[in-house]
Nanobody
């Protein structure tokens, strides 16, 4: 079973930046599109906010486009999310997974944007 471990979250003020990282075990990482999802407290649904294909093509939800940048390193089995110009509404727990999410979910990482 592939395991996913997210890191790099924290608390920042509005307008600040954070960089999230996701490490995946197992060799299947390089053959799946990967994405970052987020889930608000009390909500069951996770929102897909950024996707990166094995070839590096990216796609973003409208709410984060122009502020977030997703990237991956297939050799290291990692995917990252650079988040700039953060807003209070970006406060959520962030997860990485395949797109669609066929892997077991990791523990997620909390991102809090507040003044």
């Amino acid at each position: 079973q592939v395991q996913l471990v997210e890191s790099g979250g924290g608390s920042v003020q509005p307008g600040g930046s954070l960089r999230l990282s996701c490490a995946a075990s197992g060799s299947i990482f390089s053959i799946k599109p990967m994405g970052w999802y987020r889930q608000a407290p009390g909500k069951q649904q996770r929102e897909l906010v950024a996707t990166v294909t094995t070839g590096g093509t990216t796609n973003y939800a409208g709410s984060v486009k122009g502020r977030f940048t997703v990237s991956r390193d297939n050799a290291k089995n990692t995917v990252s999310l650079q988040m700039n110009s953060l807003k209070p509404e970006d406060t959520d727990v962030y997860y990485c997974n395949a797109v669609p999410p066929t892997m077991n979910w990791g523990q997620g990482i909390q991102v809090t944007v507040s003044s």
